[in-house]
């Protein structure tokens, strides 16, 4: 089974739906973040959290939220979902410890159009 | 905010030679630099990570170097196959593991 799952892998929705996205791991690390990804941009951190009540706001959290409600899942949520948020939508673990390394494993994506 | 720039959005490169790859950044250094490969519908998945202490890193056909002066790392792939052909992103590790992803450089091998 995959280390980092994302769940729905696909989803289409109309502007000004609530929608969340959700994120799972099993790979026991306490650092979890959101990404989109948009051609030509790059991967754009959203939030990220360092462990359950530990939340912050990355690059672009406008019209974002986040909800940790364990150390394994990290959920995304759209409160009222625009046309310009369709994208593809990365979750990301890392482990924290000192002296560990640093790599992000990544989920398999979710792909979100908002019409 | 720190900014980063991969030398191009795409790079053809025929089997067997030396594909190299360029990301600069703008600001202060990080402590850590990584490389991350991306195949098309997948999520990235992370190949080498050099500190800023280090110069060279590498890792079987793999190699990274990172040079704090000019703000660059290269990132080599010798004997390039047509199974390398992917997109290849450059992220910054800044404090507190808030990484920055540069916007990838889609490399074909050419059979």
């Known amino acids: 089974d995959a280390d980092v799952t994302q769940t729905p892998r696909n989803r289409i929705t109309k502007t000004g739906k609530r929608i969340m996205l959700e994120c799972s791991q099993t790979k026991g690390h306490d650092r979890m973040y959101w990404y989109r990804q948009d051609p030509g941009l790059g991967l754009r951190l959203i939030y990220y959290?360092?462990?359950?009540?530990?939340?912050n706001k990355g690059e672009i959290s406008d019209g974002y939220s986040v909800s940790r409600q364990a150390q394994a899942k990290f959920s995304l949520s759209l409160e009222s979902a625009i046309p310009n948020q369709t994208a593809l939508y990365f979750c990301a673990t890392s482990d924290g410890a000192s002296g560990r390394s640093h790599e992000q494993y990544f989920g398999p994506g979710t792909r979100l159009t908002v019409t | 905010s720190q900014k980063i720039e991969q030398n191009s959005e795409a790079l053809n490169i025929q089997e067997g030679k030396t594909a190299t790859l360029t990301c600069n950044y703008t600001?202060?250094?990080?402590?850590?630099l990584q490389w991350y490969r991306q195949d098309p519908g997948r999520g990235p998945v992370f190949l080498l990570l050099?500190?800023?202490?280090?110069k060279e890193k590498r890792k079987e056909r793999l190699k990274v170097t990172f040079d704090t002066t000019l703000k660059q790392s290269l990132f080599h792939i010798t004997a390039s196959q047509p199974a390398d052909s992917a997109t290849y992103l450059c992220a910054l590790e800044m404090a507190g593991q808030n990484f920055v992803f540069g916007p990838g450089t889609r490399l074909s091998v050419l059979p």
């Open positions: 959290s360092f462990d359950v009540k530990d939340i």
């Open positions: 050099i500190r800023e202490n280090e």
């Open positions: 600001n202060y250094s990080p402590a850590y």
